[in-house]
T-cell receptor, first 117, second 112 residues
């Protein structure tokens, strides 16, 4: 069975600090995708990144970076020089190989990140 | 940029009433989904829809729920007899074969 664990329920840091959000997953498939979504206070789900299981290269996009390690089944997300606008709930998600088009996402519990000025 | 559109943004209904949540997926997408998020909790898969039929559904998606793609553009979720515990944010999503899921902005359903 698929499972995504985000052990950090809430994180609070001061602006300009770096912060890492942890994500650990479980799956029996060898082919899968990992995702991060941001949910700001307005409630929508904003896509941040998708990574397939064969690509373990770290990714950097501006102040955001992701560290994918298959050996530890982790896909951690780091925000460098955090800003107040980064305050949101962040969800890690997993989807396994589609079967009959059912590429459903399994979400973690989310981490509420608060950036204080 | 194409987007998934959901209406209404907020719906209040009395317990026992039927509600229909509407979604317009991105036009060339083939796979459609409904997810639910109870306030303060994680996002949960409800149902996926492909080739005009349900391809997978979760335990949450019981006989009170149904989905339909009535006219080739809209994708609807119907709850026949709402319960208090159906109060949640409902998200529609769509994707083509090789993209990430694009989510709508959600419909907040409040059952009173």
């Amino acid at each position: 069975a698929q499972k995504v664990t985000q052990a950090q329920t809430e994180i609070s840091v001061v602006e300009k600090e770096d912060v890492t959000l942890d994500c650990v997953y479980e799956t029996r498939d060898t082919t899968y995708y990992l995702f991060w979504y941001k949910q700001p206070p307005s409630g929508e789900l904003v896509f941040l990144i998708r990574r397939n299981s064969f690509d373990e290269q770290n990714e950097i996009s501006g102040r955001y970076s992701w560290n994918f390690q298959k050996s530890t089944s982790s896909f951690n997300f780091t925000i460098t020089a955090s800003q107040v606008v980064d305050s949101a709930v962040y969800f890690c998600a997993l989807s396994e190989t589609p079967r009959r088009g059912a590429q459903k996402l399994v979400f973690g519990q989310g981490t509420r990140l608060t950036i204080n000025p | 940029e194409p987007e998934v559109t959901q209406t209404p943004s907020h719906q209040v209904t009395q317990m026992g009433q039927e509600v229909i949540l509407r979604c317009v997926p991105i036009s060339n997408h083939l796979y459609f989904y409904w997810y639910r998020q109870i306030l303060g909790q994680k996002v949960e898969f409800l149902v996926s829809f492909y080739n005009n039929e349900i391809s997978e559904k979760s335990e949450i998606f019981d006989d009170q729920f149904s989905v339909e793609r009535p006219d080739g553009s809209n994708f609807t979720l119907k709850i026949r007899s709402t319960k208090l515990e159906d109060s949640a944010m409902y998200f529609c999503a769509s994707l083509s074969g090789n993209t990430e899921a694009f989510f709508g902005q959600g419909t907040r359903l409040t059952v009173v």
